[in-house]
């Protein structure tokens, strides 16, 4: 079914960052499609709560990791909503937190699946169909990497720091790519953020709050403060910013 309104396609729609994205985006005037990997009444409750904002939503399982998944949800996406304008490549994990001498293979293993091949799945998978010499419609795409790769991680998880740095480098080079197709490509570096992320990796609820002293804003980030900027690069306001980078921190 064709849809005048604009289509984002969020990965890791679910919960946390992209479940706001998903909220806030269906508000103003997108039409959405929530993928996620396992959760999939968190989806749909998401996919819900979009419709009651008036937009078009589905939720689609898939693991970003998985090339074959990518491409079927994408082909999902297409027969469900339309033509994609605009893919938020947010889906990422941690892995349980440690020094980088006690992280297993299976650890960083998964986290580097998830966060860097699953990252250029999805990046690629957008290019090809956005592109206009492909046909495509021009658009935008936002990978959501971390203040991590700056920073380092240290002591909890030197290995995302690392998967993050290269979603920094893989924004750099498809924005230059991409940058006659059409195609704006940007990224947002949240600093700590109120999610699960933080509680599935350290089994600890009360982990953020113990990094509030360290942020100059002297607070965590709420999910909604890191929406407002991806769909700020989604805008025509941002029509001239590609291969940005936008550290959303609190000023970490
Ligand atoms: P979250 O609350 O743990 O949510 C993660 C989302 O990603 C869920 O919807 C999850 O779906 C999905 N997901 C995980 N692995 C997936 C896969 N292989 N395929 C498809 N979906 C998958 O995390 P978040 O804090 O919102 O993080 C979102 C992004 O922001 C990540 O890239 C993260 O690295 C980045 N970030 C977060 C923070 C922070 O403090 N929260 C800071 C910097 C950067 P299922 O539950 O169905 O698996």
């Not at 929406?227 to 921190?249: K, Q």
Request: aromatic share 4%; with cysteine; charged share 20%.
């Amino acid at each position: 079914m064709a849809s005048k309104r604009p289509i984002v396609l969020i990965t890791g729609g679910s919960r946390g960052i992209g479940a706001a994205l998903a909220h806030l985006a269906a508000k103003r005037g997108y039409d959405v499609a929530v993928n996620y990997r396992s959760e999939r009444d968190a989806a749909e409750r998401v996919v819900a709560a979009c419709r009651e904002a008036g937009a078009a939503a589905i939720a689609c399982q898939g693991d970003m990791a998985a090339a074959a998944d990518v491409i079927r949800v994408f082909d999902e996406v297409a027969a469900g909503l339309g033509p994609i304008s605009h893919v938020v490549n947010n889906a990422g994990i941690t892995g349980r937190s440690s020094r980088l001498e006690q992280a297993s293979d299976e650890t960083i293993r998964a986290c580097v699946d998830v966060n860097v091949l699953g990252a250029l799945w999805v990046a690629r998978e957008a290019a090809r169909r956005l592109s206009k010499s492909n046909g495509g419609q021009g658009g935008t795409i936002v990978n959501i990497s971390s203040v991590a790769s700056r920073l380092g991680s240290a002591g909890e998880y030197v290995w995302y720091a690392a998967s993050k740095a290269a979603v920094d480098a893989m924004t750099i080079g498809l924005s230059q790519e991409l940058a006659g197709e059409g195609v704006r490509v940007n990224a947002v570096s949240p600093g700590i953020t109120r999610t699960e992320i933080h509680e599935k990796s350290t089994g600890d609820a009360a982990r953020v709050e113990r990094f509030r002293s360290k942020i100059p804003m002297n607070r965590i980030g709420e999910p909604e403060e890191i929406a407002e900027t991806i769909l700020f690069l989604m805008s025509d306001a941002a029509s001239y910013i590609t291969g940005a980078n936008i550290s959303v921190s609190g000023g970490r």
